[in-house]
């Protein structure tokens, strides 16, 4: 190969072999093709590369000797001798016969001119496959590591010594709520607490001198205005980075504050236990400043509700709320139809936060000139089973409230009330202790305790019943009281057995005073202890010695009563059948009388009787019979009424389950004549069953449906209707009409004797109601009435089911 030209002093050999050997021993693969393509020079760097000999290059083209890289150097070297202009940097990955896996090339490809005539390529190459490698697994290696920078659940960040974030992971959006872009690249001391600035700037200054700072914790604000505890590990890095991982540790804080919020909140409450003998006034001043305390907050107040939650009575203010108030007279009685915001806590019935209470806000009714200004505010509702008794509230904390100091507020508040109900548990039991007292020696009966039946305990009217002192019994068995072994074993068993089953005793007995006289008690008997009996009975002993003469004497005249009630109704019954007879008798020569009268008229004629003859014959006679006939009727439907009665008080009913479907629809079918002349409408609803004398039933709904008939509107038509119902183990029967009415002076009247409403204009003798109730009576069963005049009726039966 002739590349270069003659030299005067040096042969072309001389010449050819010094840049032959300059070429090999370059690093890099060096090339010539000419403008066929073919290899016309080729280092030992790049036959290496190609693992071809030299001769085994020279003369082929690319394509022949390198198949997966020759067609593209082709055309590469074509680019070259086309536009004749030099292709640098080029990338070529492959294979050779020599290098056997893939690898990464960069070659230059340059114009060969010789006297400015391009006869060539010269092509210029540098394995750089463990370069690409290393750049690879570097780029990998950061994007590894951006991947964890941006999946660490812990706070990463790159910022700098003047304060600034330089790049933050997304981890901080979680923790303070910002966007990245709202982080990055801003002054992170814009995010730091107040309290924390000092010892933040201290920390950055330590940074820029090269120390590392660790375990270093502060505060920073959240999106939402609340604070998260960080604590932090830093690291400075060339002067003004500063490397940082940080954890939130708010719900740490938190716990650690809680629990000494809660070991604050037992002092209190140990505290508050000392004070059960203190006024009340003063327990809860205590209780609503500590209150006021532990939730961190400036102002507190405490609320009694009365008894329906209707009204609010203020009791305590905290102290700084007193002396900051400016409201003159201030009010301490609140209904709470006119309480605003603070009063949702009893009508929700459930703690009420309000973080910002200048937003607006539907159930706020603003305060009064001279109020604190509140910035925020919490309430709580504090219950006695279901019953709100009291609202306790704080405001203006510095951060938010939480559901921390809704539980540190509620569990002091009722610690509180509990105090309260047991101080006033114990001033209760004091003064019933009193009372009972007064009452144990002033109360009529004799009361005692006995332990195993010996006496522990008298009061004053016990011994004046027994004739015996105090210390006559007390330490004495029961047993002296009683007049018999008998009667005292007896009433013990009697009296144990029902304790034992009821937890009370009451027994009828006999006691003997010290002077041997017998007097009749009624004991009663109840366990101090009724899970263990041997702790003690209470016993009262009442003397009823005069109540069982009267009772004997009750008896004897219950015993003649009977027997002249059993004479009265053997008197009405003959007196009635009696009367019955003659009445009979007078109605029937009555009417025979009538006959003849009419006998004689029409035998005679009229001008061969006198007149005076005549008109008595013709008138007189017969009106005055008319006058006996009904007379006589009117007195037969008394004694058939009273005859009635009387077979009612001898008769006893004989009870059997009746269907009253099946009855009621006889009953309509026998008054269908009277309810189709009437004009009625009848209706019967389903009937529950009941048990009764179906005949004497039978009377208690006609003489109801006769009565509705007899007493209807003549302006409207009449409608009766049956329904019926069961209730509490009783059938009830309804009976209602739409009538006349009854007035209500009337209505107790009607079910008496004789009683009717209009005796003028209907006929009867007011008994039917009287013998409804007798039935009913006689079934244990009950009538009664709702009536309103000029609407109708009802009656209301019952009977058992």
Not at 582 to 604: P, W
Request: charged share 25%; with cysteine.
């Amino acid at each position: 190969m002739k590349i270069w030209p003659s030299s005067q002093n040096i042969s072309e050999t001389q010449i050819q072999s010094m840049f032959e050997a300059c070429l090999d021993d370059a690093p890099i693969g060096i090339a010539f093709y000419d403008k066929k393509l073919q290899f016309i020079y080729v280092n030992s760097v790049l036959a290496q590369i190609n693992g071809l000999s030299v001769s085994d290059t020279i003369g082929h083209t690319p394509s022949q000797i390198l198949p997966d890289i020759g067609p593209r150097l082709e055309q590469l070297l074509q680019t070259v001798l086309r536009t004749g202009k030099t292709l640098k940097d080029v990338e070529i990955t492959g294979t050779t016969p020599g290098s056997g896996t893939v690898r990464q090339w960069i070659a230059n490809f340059y114009p060969l001119r010789i006297h400015d005539e391009l006869i060539g390529v010269t092509v210029m190459v540098t394995d750089i496959t463990n370069q690409k490698r290393a750049q690879q697994q570097s780029t990998e290696k950061t994007r590894e590591l951006e991947r964890v920078f941006r999946l660490s659940l812990d706070l990463l960040c790159i910022a700098d010594t003047d304060g600034n974030f330089v790049k933050v992971n997304p981890a901080w959006e979680q923790t303070l709520g910002y966007k990245l872009e709202e982080l990055e690249h801003r002054k992170f001391l814009d995010f730091v607490h107040p309290d924390d600035l000092e010892a933040t700037q201290q920390a950055i200054a330590d940074l820029a001198s090269g120390k590392s700072i660790f375990d270093f914790i502060n505060r920073y604000r959240h999106k939402n205005g609340s604070y998260r505890w960080i604590e932090w590990r830093s690291l400075p890095y060339e002067g003004k980075l500063i490397y940082a991982a940080a954890r939130d540790i708010t719900e740490r804080k938190q716990y650690q504050q809680s629990i000494e919020l809660d070991e604050s909140r037992l002092e209190a409450l140990l505290k508050l236990g000392e004070m059960g003998d203190r006024p009340l006034k003063e327990i809860t001043d205590f209780a609503m400043e500590e209150g006021v305390r532990l939730t961190k907050s400036t102002i507190g107040y405490l609320a009694f509700t009365n008894e329906d939650e209707t009204v609010l009575t203020m009791h305590s203010w905290s102290s700084i709320a007193m002396r900051e108030c400016m409201i003159q007279d201030k009010p301490f009685v609140y209904p709470m139809k006119n309480v605003g915001l603070w009063g949702e806590t009893v009508r929700q019935r459930k703690p009420i936060i309000t973080n910002d209470y200048d937003a607006p806000n539907e159930f706020k009714k603003g305060y009064p000139k001279g109020h604190i200004h509140l910035k925020r505010h919490m309430n709580i509702p504090v219950f006695e089973g279901t019953r709100i008794v009291a609202v306790a509230g704080v405001a203006n904390k510095q951060e938010p409230y939480n559901e921390s100091d809704v539980r540190q507020l509620q569990l002091l508040m009722d610690g509180m009330w509990r105090l309260i109900q047991r101080k006033n548990s114990q001033i209760t039991l004091m003064e019933n202790e009193a009372n009972l007292s007064s009452i144990f020696r002033a109360v009529p009966a004799g009361i005692g305790v006995v332990v195993n039946r010996v006496i522990t305990k008298t009061n004053d009217r016990l011994c004046e019943m027994t004739g015996y002192t105090s210390k006559e019994l007390i330490g004495k068995s029961s047993r002296m009281l009683y007049p018999t072994e008998k009667e005292f074993l007896y009433v013990g068993a009697k009296k144990y057995g029902q304790i034992t089953q009821r937890g009370t005793g009451t027994v009828e007995t006999r006691w003997i005073r010290k002077d041997g006289t017998i007097i009749d008690i009624l004991l009663s008997s109840t366990p101090l202890d009724t899970g263990n009996l041997e702790k003690g009975v209470t016993f009262s002993a009442t003397e009823i010695t005069e109540r069982k003469q009267n009772e004997k004497a009750r008896e004897q005249l219950a015993k003649e009563l009977k027997v002249k009630n059993d004479e009265l109704e053997s008197i009405i019954y003959v007196a009635s059948h009696d009367l019955r007879s003659a009445m009979v008798n007078v109605k029937g020569f009555s009417r025979e009388l009538a006959d003849y009268c009419q006998t004689i008229h029409s035998s005679c004629p009229p001008e061969k009787l006198a007149r005076d003859a005549a008109f008595a014959l013709k008138e007189g006679i017969p009106q005055a019979l008319d006058f006996i006939g009904t007379s006589v009727s009117k007195i037969d439907s008394i004694l058939n009424g009273l005859l009635r009665l009387s077979r009612l008080g001898r008769q006893a009913p004989i009870i059997m389950p009746v269907d009253m479907n099946v009855f009621m629809t006889n009953i309509a079918q026998s008054m269908q004549l009277q309810i189709r002349e009437a004009g009625a409408i009848f209706e019967i609803e389903h009937l529950p069953p009941c048990q009764a004398d179906s005949s004497l039933l039978s009377e208690v709904f006609t003489n109801l449906i006769d009565n509705a008939i007899k007493y209807r509107d003549p302006s409207r038509p009449l409608r009766i209707r049956i329904t019926g119902k069961t209730q509490d183990s009783a059938a009830v029967y309804c009976v209602a009409d739409n009538g006349m009415g009854i007035n209500s002076n009337y209505q107790q009247k009607i079910f008496e004797p004789f009683h009717r409403l209009e005796p003028a204009k209907t006929p009867g003798e007011g008994l039917g109601l009287s013998i409804i109730k007798r039935i009913l009576d006689l079934h244990n069963g009950t009538i009664s009435l709702d009536s309103t005049p000029g609407q109708g009726s009802k009656f209301y039966i019952t009977l058992p089911a």
